[in-house]
């Protein structure tokens, strides 16, 4: 009887087809590129002068040369008073620069997961079929000769019946 039983689930196992099943994961980065102006306020400038003063026979100082050194920004003016005194005034234009910036944010990062079932190339011959069916009946057979086999013996099977029936 037991021999039975090994070779009734060797034939019910054997004849089972596996489901073959792929997995692919995909993880992807959500990223934003944002271009725009930044406003960059210039520093201050500077102007360099270069002059030679010399006094004339009458005792009165003469600019003999001058040179100046600015950028386009620097307003600059001077002038020469009686006394010799050179008096300057400078003054920058308030300027602001805007410079292109861009910026990246990587976003939280999604991950899509698939799960494919591949069917099995092969189909079960009809053989196969026939042979799985009659191990299904064979067990259904088994177990009800076994439910009557220990009515008669024992008598728990119908006790436990009549119980449920109530």
């Known amino acids: 009887m037991v021999l039975g039983i090994i070779l009734t689930l060797a034939l019910l196992y054997s004849c089972r087809t596996a489901k073959q099943t ?9 990223s934003i590129v ?48 009686s006394l010799g005194n050179l008096l300057t005034t400078a003054k920058a234009e308030a300027d602001t620069v ?7 944010n990587v976003g939280k990062k999604s991950v899509s997961q698939s799960v494919v079932t591949v069917p099995v190339e092969k189909k079960l011959s009809w053989w196969q079929t026939t042979l799985i069916w009659t191990g299904v009946i064979a067990w259904l057979v088994g177990i009800i000769a076994l439910f009557f086999l220990l009515n008669e013996k024992t008598s728990w099977p119908g006790a436990l019946w009549r119980l449920v029936k109530k």
């Not at 805007?98 to 910026?103: G, S």
């Open 98 to 104: 805007y410079l292109p910036q861009t910026t990246i």
């Open 22 to 30: 792929s997995t692919s994961t995909e993880t992807k980065y959500d």
């Open 34 to 81: 944002v271009e725009k102006l930044v406003p960059y306020a210039l520093p201050e400038d500077s102007v360099k002068i270069r002059a030679l003063l010399e006094c004339d026979k009458n005792g009165k100082v003469v600019l003999k040369w001058f040179d100046e050194e600015h950028s386009k920004r620097m307003k600059l003016k001077f002038s020469l008073d």
